[in-house]
């Protein structure tokens, strides 16, 4: 008869539980059944007991020395257990004490650039303007101004503002308001005179 | 000051609560009571008594410093977990890529590089007698394998426990320590006979 070894593995694998006192009593009387029909099990049982009782007797037991407990003792003597769990709330009020140091200096830096920025603001309604200026051999070539609601809005602005300048994408459209004649860009243009497509 | 006095019927888990509430004596019998499995688990993991002696020390420095956020149920095999920690953060520090795998890659081996800096290991090979044959046999067993066999066999820690330590399924783990006895049996067969006398 063909042995099924699968069936075998896991058979011992219930026998090494029953050794570490781990198996259960369903897993006890299938072992039990098929111990009673297969020889090789019964005989990992007798060398497993075996191999485990003789390397429990036979093995020595390491001991460390004198000194090192010696060591360890005096460790435990000079520490401060009470304080330990403390500890463990401590890295909890750091955490949240970096965060609140982070939020306070984001605050502060937001608003010393408020107070520092070269636009002004229009007073009550907290709308900024930016005036951006094109300048090429020493002279201006080209003048902007928007206004914005919030700090990313003009910094949004202001961006795409440059990238224009950088990309020259300006058209030759005098501001019709303007009397100097200054070059304005087209998104600009869209944005004060709502006739210009953007 | 100790408030309460611990005592040896005490467990491990009353020991512990004595000293996070303040007793020393209490850690005192804790570090008696597990020194012997502690350090017979990692004497056997690096087979060289001063890295033992070290990791002994700093294992339960260790233990210590954690001893507040002790949650689990088993007290040896959480100090087994700490150990085994610090053994494969020293091992690393030597060599960072090395693992408990490596032993069988042809690389330099865990045991090899954990007692690098260490004198020869205590166990001879050569030992007549039937106990240095069994552990030259031990020894000789994959890292593994031979570290569910020490943790069952010398640490008696069950196999619930061994598997959290090797963070593995608790099937691997059988898997291993059958492999283990299918080899203890294959290389002790010589002495065999002898081993069957003692029991």
């Known amino acids: ?50 191999i485990v009782e003789n390397c429990r007797t036979c093995l020595p037991e390491h001991l460390p020395s004198d000194n090192t407990v010696n060591l360890v003792l005096e460790h435990a003597r000079s520490g401060k257990p009470n304080i330990i769990p403390f500890v463990r709330y401590m890295r909890t009020a750091a955490g ?96 004060n005179n709502p006739s210009v497509p953007a | 000051m100790d408030l309460k006095v611990p005592a040896e019927d005490m467990s491990d888990a009353e020991l512990i ?35 033992a002696e070290d990791a002994f020390q700093e294992t339960w420095i260790r233990a210590m410093r954690k001893m507040g956020s002790f949650r689990d149920r088993n007290f040896p095999g959480w100090l087994m977990r700490i150990a085994r920690n610090y053994i494969i953060d020293e091992a690393r520090k030597r060599k960072p890529e090395l693992s408990l795998d490596c032993e069988q890659d042809g690389g330099l081996s865990f045991k090899s590089a954990i007692a690098a800096s260490g004198p020869a290991p205590d166990r001879s090979v050569a030992s007549k007698e039937l106990a240095g044959r069994i552990a030259a046999a031990l020894d000789s067993l994959p890292l593994e394998q031979k570290e569910v066999f020490v943790l069952r066999v010398q640490a008696n820690l069950p196999f619930k426990d061994i598997c959290r330590i090797q963070k593995t399924s608790i099937n691997t783990a059988l898997a291993r320590m059958q492999y283990a006895l299918a080899r203890l049996r294959s290389l002790l067969k010589d002495e065999y006979v002898q081993i069957e006398r003692t029991i």
């Open chain 1, 1 to 50: 008869m063909k042995k099924n070894t699968a069936h075998c593995e896991r058979m011992r694998n219930l026998l090494i539980l029953q050794e570490s006192g781990e198996l259960t009593a369903g897993d006890a009387e299938e072992l039990a059944r098929h111990l009673d029909n297969c020889a090789e099990c019964k005989a990992f049982r007798s060398d497993m007991t075996c």
């Open chain 2, 17 to 51: 609560n004595l000293y996070i509430g303040g007793s020393i004596a209490a850690m005192e019998m804790l570090v008696m009571r597990h020194k012997a499995s502690v350090f017979g688990y990692i004497m056997n993991i690096t087979g060289s008594r001063q890295a």
């Open chain 1, 96 to 191: 949240i004490a970096a965060l609140f140091a982070v939020m306070l200096s984001v605050f502060f830096l937001a608003d010393r650039r408020n107070a520092s920025s070269p636009s002004g603001s229009d007073s009550g309604s907290g709308r900024m303007e930016i005036i951006l200026a094109l300048a090429s051999g020493g002279e201006i070539q080209a003048e902007a101004s928007v206004t914005a609601d919030s700090e990313d809005e003009k910094l949004q602005a202001l961006s795409k503002q440059l990238l224009l300048i950088q990309g020259f994408g300006f058209e030759e459209t005098a501001d019709p308001d303007d009397v100097t004649g200054l070059f304005m860009p087209t998104a600009l243009l869209s944005r």
